[in-house]
Structures are given as structure tokens and as C-alpha cells.
């Protein structure tokens, strides 16, 4: 498994195996997140859910938890 130098914690590590998602965030977070970090953001998104009551079929609410994730990580979006 490739390893990457990750945003979060600043250590190289073990990176996900694939993409988590099949967009640009995805691939951000495959590239430049290590999997102890990922695990942590997900224990974060489902909070944020739960939280907010977010829908995900709705698209206001996937951007919300977008942000949250992005703000999680240090990711920063468009470049
Ligand atoms: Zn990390």
C-alpha cells in the first residue's frame, strides 16, 4: 500500500487503499490523507450528521459535511 505524507498529521504513513469518494475530494484525500487521519474524519462526518441532522440526499447537505471534512483534514479545496 502506497504511503503518502499526510496533511492532518504531518507523518508518512499508510494512505487508503483507494479513493473514498469518486470526486475531487476523493482523490484529495486519498493523495494527501493517511488512514488513521481518515478514520478519524469519519468518526467526525457522522457527528456532524447526527448533529445537524443532515440529509445526504440533499445536495446543501453534502456540501456542509464537504466543508466540515475539508476543515477536518486541512484540505483546501480548489487550488
Ligand atoms: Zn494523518
Known amino acids: 500500500?502506497?504511503?503518502?505524507t499526510c496533511v492532518r498529521c504531518g507523518e508518512t504513513r499508510e494512505g487508503?487503499?483507494?479513493p473514498p469518494y469518486r470526486d475531487e475530494l476523493g482523490r484529495e484525500i486519498a493523495e494527501k490523507v493517511?488512514?488513521?487521519c481518515w478514520?478519524?474524519?469519519?468518526?467526525?462526518q457522522v457527528m456532524v450528521i447526527n448533529e445537524n441532522r443532515l440529509d445526504l440526499s440533499d445536495?446543501?447537505?453534502q456540501e456542509i459535511l464537504e466543508k466540515a471534512?475539508?476543515?477536518?483534514?486541512g484540505?483546501?479545496?480548489?487550488?
Open 59 to 61: 445536495e446543501r447537505a
Open 69 to 73: 471534512t475539508r476543515d477536518f483534514l
Open 16 to 18: 487508503l487503499e483507494r
Open 39 to 44: 478514520s478519524e474524519a469519519r468518526n467526525m
Open 75 to 79: 484540505l483546501a479545496g480548489e487550488e
Open 34 to 36: 493517511c488512514a488513521v
Open 1 to 4: 500500500m502506497a504511503e503518502v
